[in-house]
């Protein structure tokens, strides 16, 4: 039973978020928004500590509009919980990890509810990335993608 347990822990690596998003990553997305075609949504970001607070720059490329940023400002404050800030949410972030995923919850301007579930895959380089974006109860937008440690 103990070699079990083992072998699934070299496997399946805990989330550790800030230490995953510390410097920089990139997402590779498909952005499904209702009524039109999935296209690309690429997200380059950099991230630091600065005490105990933990700053992500994203850099946003969809396909089909200009380049823009947005900037998350989270802390701990939790085990494996997490709140915070970003530019373009309208309330708090709230972020919880539990063993190799981490579900992210916001509401974006214009009334979004936004839900996000990333999970550590096995290389302990890469997260799948799934959100979905809700509005009155109704599924407006789904991206499907993942995340991978650059430097």
Known sequence: ???AALALT????QLDLPAFFTGRTRADNDLKIVFHSAHKLIVDTVGRREGALFIQVDTL???GKPVRTRTWRTREVGPNHYSGTLS???GPVDIVVNGRTATIR???NGGLNILET???QSDGRTLSNHAEARKLGL????IDGAIRKVD
């Open 1 to 3: 039973m103990i070699f």
């Open 139 to 142: 599924k407006f937008a789904r």
């Open 61 to 63: 490329h969809e396909e």
């Open 106 to 108: 916001y509401v974006m």
């Open 10 to 13: 070299a496997v399946a690596p």
């Open 118 to 120: 990333m999970q550590l």
């Open 88 to 90: 373009d949410a309208t």
